[in-house]
């Protein structure tokens, strides 16, 4: 069955650098979308993308974030100047047309 | 602003036992509901979508019930299994976003 996968599964930034996140939708899909758990709290929405660009956002999603599909299989999230905060495993969706949302098994960041 | 609520926390059965896992939610103008299984360090495995418009969904020894008028849905688990150990994750689709809840860990004794 075609997965959701995302690189890489673990990452270790030093607070104030950029990271980005990377993911491979499944290939039919259609609608893409990011998550974060900070650990021991609930799952969170930061935004979904479709037809190249923001469908929905977050109040967490804000100018330190954006997402990009740089191709035609790559889905990514960029955060700037990141915070000790910002350490979360991020999760990335994706569906099709009246589909369930498939996700991946995540990216643990951990800002020093 | 949705607010989906999970209950108990945590939970710990004998094997063999059948359990009921409660997620209630604020806002009844949503799609759709979806309970996921989480493993650790995993990502999301969804386990049962009911629409709207539907009652009850069925998999296996799951089985979830959605009353969206009082803002409530279950999840059945028959015949427990250790391999049933996990945390259980309920979310409602509002057309927008997901708004989860805060999980149930569930643990299945052998």
């Known amino acids: 069955e075609p997965e959701v996968t995302q690189t890489p599964s673990h990452q270790v930034t030093q607070m104030g650098q950029e990271v980005i996140l990377r993911c491979v939708p499944i290939s039919n899909h259609l609608y893409f979308y990011w998550y974060r758990q900070i650990l021991g709290q609930k799952v969170e929405f930061l935004v979904s993308?479709?037809?190249?660009?923001?469908?929905?956002k977050s109040e967490i999603f804000d100018d330190q974030f954006s997402v990009e599909r740089p191709d035609g299989s790559n889905f990514t999230l960029k955060i700037r100047s990141t915070k000790l905060e910002d350490s979360a495993m991020y999760f990335c969706a994706s569906r099709g047309d009246s589909k369930p949302q498939h996700f991946g098994d995540g990216t643990r960041l951990s800002i020093l | 602003k949705q607010e989906v609520t999970q209950i108990p926390a945590a939970l710990s059965v004998p094997e063999g036992e059948n359990l009921v896992l409660n997620c209630s939610f604020t806002?009844?103008?949503?799609?759709?509901l979806q309970w996921f299984r989480q493993d650790p360090g995993k990502g999301l495995t969804s386990l049962l979508l009911?629409?709207?418009?539907?009652r009850e969904q069925t998999s296996g020894r799951l089985n979830a019930s959605l009353d969206k008028s009082s803002g409530r849905s279950t999840l059945y688990i028959a015949a427990s299994q250790p391999g049933d150990s996990a945390t259980y994750l309920c979310a409602v689709w509002t057309g927008n976003q997901f708004y989860f809840g805060t999980g149930t860990s569930l643990t299945v004794i052998p």
């Open positions: 806002d009844s103008a949503i799609y759709n």
């Open positions: 993308f479709y037809n190249n660009e923001i469908s929905e």
């Open positions: 009911i629409q709207s418009s539907q």
